[in-house]
């Protein structure tokens, strides 16, 4: 998961510091989770998926399917998109 979570900051372009700010822990909890000290919680892993409502849960948590819901949904149906 640890490398999914690095993905993610990449794809969205913040850093560990923006991380934190925008899921609402403190750094070190980053930087441990990023480092492999510390394995992320359930809170963790919850805060992640509220502050990111494009996330693919089952990408997160399994690593199945696409990382970004709208990725999904372009390759389901691309009228999907078109429509917003």
């Known amino acids: ?28 909890g980053i930087s441990h989770i990023l480092s492999g000290r510390n394995k992320p919680s359930l809170d963790f892993v919850l805060k992640i998926l509220d502050s990111f409502p494009d996330l693919n849960e089952s990408w997160l948590l399994k690593e199945e399917g696409e990382m970004l819901k709208t990725q999904k949904a372009k390759e389901q149906d691309p009228e999907i998109l078109r429509k917003n």
């Open 1 to 28: 998961m640890i490398e999914r979570i690095k993905l993610l900051m990449s794809v969205k372009n913040i850093s560990p510091a923006q991380l934190a700010n925008r899921i609402g822990v403190q750094r070190s």
